[in-house]
């Protein structure tokens, strides 16, 4: 089965220190990744996406992931952390099947990033 | 340009209600997805539509839950006889199409069951 692993409920990191928050997959095939972060009382918000090439991809407000696929992680990363970087964030994976292309999320992280 | 709306933003109803929830794509977008939110739970499929295609309903989680598409624009999702367990955001999203990646998600309906 596809599924997806944030193995951290929270992830708390004083601002101007890098952050990483964790990401592990398993699915059959090629893996298309995604972060997306969720702020309080706001819909998702896409950050990045791996779709293939470079391993390591650029997303929205400085952030960047790292795709690895012998340890079959995609852990989200920031050199330096902002009180207003403090959100929900969601890792997914895509599968396809016969008729279409839903993403399967990890249950969240939060980032708590402190002054 | 407009995002994903999503209405009502909060529903309260009583237990063996049926409710409607509205979503609204982004214009142009052929792909249409359901999810819920629920605390503890993250965030579950429900159901996909891909322009005339007959929709995924894969990840409905009973047959008290119904999902339309009209036009290939707006679809409604349809809870039947409610019970405590629905309470849950439901998160409506929309892409380009099946071959274009990111997903677009409006802000939700907030479903309380009492």
């Known amino acids: 089965a596809q599924s997806v692993a944030q193995p951290e409920d929270q992830v708390n990191v004083a601002e101007g220190n890098p952050l990483t928050v964790k990401c592990t997959y398993s699915v059959s095939g090629n893996p298309y990744l995604f972060w997306y972060v969720q702020y309080p009382n706001r819909g998702l918000q896409f950050l990045l996406k791996?779709?293939?090439?470079?391993?390591l991809v650029k997303g929205s407000y400085g952030f960047e992931a790292e795709f690895n696929k012998s340890q079959t992680s995609f852990h989200l990363k920031k050199p330096s952390a902002l009180v207003s970087d403090s959100a929900l964030y969601f890792c997914?994976?895509?599968?396809?099947?016969?008729?279409?292309?839903?993403?399967?999320f990890g249950k969240g992280t939060t980032l708590s990033v402190s002054s | 340009g407009a995002g994903v709306s999503q209405s009502p933003s909060n529903k309260v109803t009583e237990k063996g209600k049926d409710v409607e929830l509205r979503c609204d794509p982004i214009s142009g977008h052929t792909a249409l997805y359901w999810y819920r939110q629920s605390l503890g739970q993250g965030l579950e499929f429900l159901i996909y539509f891909q322009g005339n295609s007959a929709p995924d309903k894969s990840g409905l989680p009973s047959d008290r839950f119904s999902a339309e598409r009209t036009g290939g624009s707006v679809s409604t999702l349809t809870i039947q006889r409610t019970q405590q367990e629905d309470s849950a955001v439901y998160l409506c999203?929309?892409?380009?199409?099946?071959?274009?990646?990111?997903?677009?998600f409006g802000p939700g309906t907030r479903l309380t069951v009492t």
């Open positions: 997914a994976v895509r599968v396809s099947n016969q008729a279409g292309t839903a993403l399967i």
């Open positions: 999203a929309s892409s380009r199409d099946r071959g274009a990646y990111e997903q677009y």
């Open positions: 791996y779709i293939t090439g470079d391993n």
